[in-house]
């Protein structure tokens, strides 16, 4: 309810102003008296009125001096002078002070109706706006993380004045002396299309939260500043080296920190890139460019390492090309399905490719696109059901791969898979492959063997090994794998001296209760129950 104080000296008006209406149906409450001006002030400190009823004239203070004493310190409350007709002076006064209203004694019943109706619709759009401008205020403040790496977002790709650049700092609470000296870490998360596809985005989000929270508490032991998500898999480090006893060892140190402890807590190997010295905020849009480019050289580098604008590149400086009569060379030997002539080719042509700094990323991976997609076009040729079919495409895998060493090795793979399909249609029978995979069984069944190892024997994928497999045999791989393990085991259960155990483990299984419980499976009774029968 609304707080009312009541002002005259005489106490039967007050009280007469108490009672002549029922003010709690207006959602007011009377909260007080006073009988002249300076005991108002006093009763209005204590009770901090929403509307003062006075009158005009008042011992001590009159009510235009107590009305201007009011209005400085409670800017918003709500002031009605009560007075004679003979004061039209002082009412005039009254205005001046911007009073709400005035009401000639006697009090008129209907006349302070509309008076308290049109005061409490103001005191109510008063607290509406007050409210308003209070949910903005909380809206702001749980903006202001968002607010902040916009703001510093925005300081990574342009030079602001340094009057703007303080005026945000200011506003936004950041600890960022303009003057000072920064350095830019950009810190790039491997292998982050693996990431995405073996988590959901709320494990994502979590997982990058927790990141840069780690960043942040290694940061603010040693230099201070503040670490972002400028994009997926790349946060930004600003550091600040105000600080006194600033040195590269410090920072790298600090980068050394920052990537183990990433490793170590959420199991994220990164590569950092460490740009150089910047002076004043306004101008750390080249160190983090340096920054982002020594990250990018983990494309011929390697992964999870810190690289600096100082790292080693390659010697070699002019632009090497594939050209026409190399990619025929190349398409010669996978027709001709020669794997180990074209992986050679392949390495000749990488080992190129490794000293020609400016080559470029984006030209190896369309190069190497360009040679999947031949390859996929031969089988098609050939009328050959390849492993494209089964897979995610070959630029998503190619995409995938983040160094120069990755994609290499990627391609020969591909490349590996799709030569072996070949040669088996030109050898007249994709039968060889059959033979082929259980030659390795035959060999291998006491280890821990499984379709990768099969497949990696064969140059071919485990999705397309078990495909071709199938359609020849009618039978799984692993159907074929069981079949060996089983009847060898049958073979050891014929000598008493061996133990179950032991031929559990001879013959590739780690864990007797399954071995036992597989074996029943396949041969109707229970490893011991097979030995007491052929005794």
Avoid at 187 to 200: G, Q
Avoid at 495 to 523: E, H, M, Q, W
Wanted: with cysteine.
């Amino acid at each position: 309810m609304y707080k009312l104080l009541i002002v005259d000296n005489e106490p039967r008006v007050r009280y007469g102003l108490r009672h002549y209406l029922n003010w709690s149906a207006y959602g007011i409450e009377v909260a007080g008296e006073a009988e002249d001006g300076e005991s108002a002030l006093q009763e209005a400190e204590r009770l901090k009125p929403d509307i003062v009823l006075t009158d005009v004239r008042l011992h001590h203070l009159d009510g235009i001096e107590l009305s201007r004493r009011l209005r400085e310190r409670y800017p918003r409350i709500k002031i009605v002078f009560v007075s004679e007709h003979t004061v039209a002076d002082y009412l005039k006064s009254a205005l001046q002070l911007n009073a709400v209203d005035y009401i000639f004694k006697p009090v008129n019943l209907r006349e302070l109706r509309q008076v308290v109706r049109r005061i409490t619709m103001e005191l109510a759009e008063q607290e509406r706006q007050l409210q308003v401008a209070r949910d903005m205020q909380v809206k702001l403040r749980e903006s202001l993380p968002l607010l902040r790496e916009r703001f510093l977002y925005a300081l990574l790709g342009q030079r602001l004045s340094p009057g703007l650049i303080q005026e945000r700092i200011a506003f936004l609470e950041l600890n960022l002396p303009v003057s000072a000296d920064y350095v830019v870490l950009v810190i790039s998360v491997d292998d982050y299309a693996e990431m995405l596809a073996s988590r959901n985005e709320r494990d994502r989000q979590l997982l990058m939260y927790a990141a840069v929270n780690v960043c942040q508490e290694l940061m603010d032991l040693d230099m201070g500043g503040y670490v972002f998500e400028v994009r997926s898999g790349e946060l930004v480090c600003i550091l600040c080296l105000e600080s006194k006893g600033f040195c590269e060892e410090r920072l790298l140190a600090l980068a050394e920190a920052i990537r183990y402890n990433l490793e170590r807590w959420l199991a994220l190997t990164v590569t950092i890139g460490v740009g150089d010295r910047s002076k004043g905020l306004g101008h750390i849009s080249h160190s983090y460019a340096q920054a982002r480019d020594a990250a990018e050289r983990k494309w011929y580098l390697g992964k999870n390492r810190i690289i600096t604008t100082n790292s080693p590149e390659p010697s070699e400086e002019q632009v090497f090309r594939v050209d026409h009569t190399r990619i025929e060379r190349l398409t010669v030997l996978m027709k001709a399905g020669d794997a180990e002539r074209l992986q050679e080719e392949l390495d000749c042509i990488f080992g190129q490719l490794a000293k020609s700094w400016r080559s470029g990323a984006d030209y190896i991976r369309n190069l190497s696109l360009q040679l999947a997609l031949l390859a996929d076009q031969l089988l098609l040729e050939l009328g050959i059901q390849g492993p494209y079919a089964q897979e995610s495409s070959v630029w998503e895998i190619l995409a995938r791969q983040e160094t120069f060493e990755e994609l290499h090795r990627t391609l020969e793979q591909l490349l590996s898979e799709r030569c072996a399909l070949i040669w088996e249609r030109r050898n007249g029978k994709s039968g060889n492959l059959v033979e082929r995979v259980q030659a390795i069984i035959n060999a291998r069944y006491s280890e821990n063997i499984t379709v990768t190892d099969i497949g990696r024997d064969v140059f071919l994928t485990p999705t397309y090994v078990c495909l071709l497999y199938k359609q020849e045999t009618g039978r799984t791989v692993n159907d074929y794998l069981t079949q060996v393990r089983m009847e060898r085991a049958k073979e050891l259960l014929r000598n008493p001296r061996n133990k179950l155990y032991d031929i559990c483990y001879a013959v590739g299984y780690a864990d007797p209760s399954y071995f036992t419980k597989l074996f029943k499976k396949i041969a109707g009774v229970t490893p011991s129950a097979y030995r007491d029968s052929i005794k």
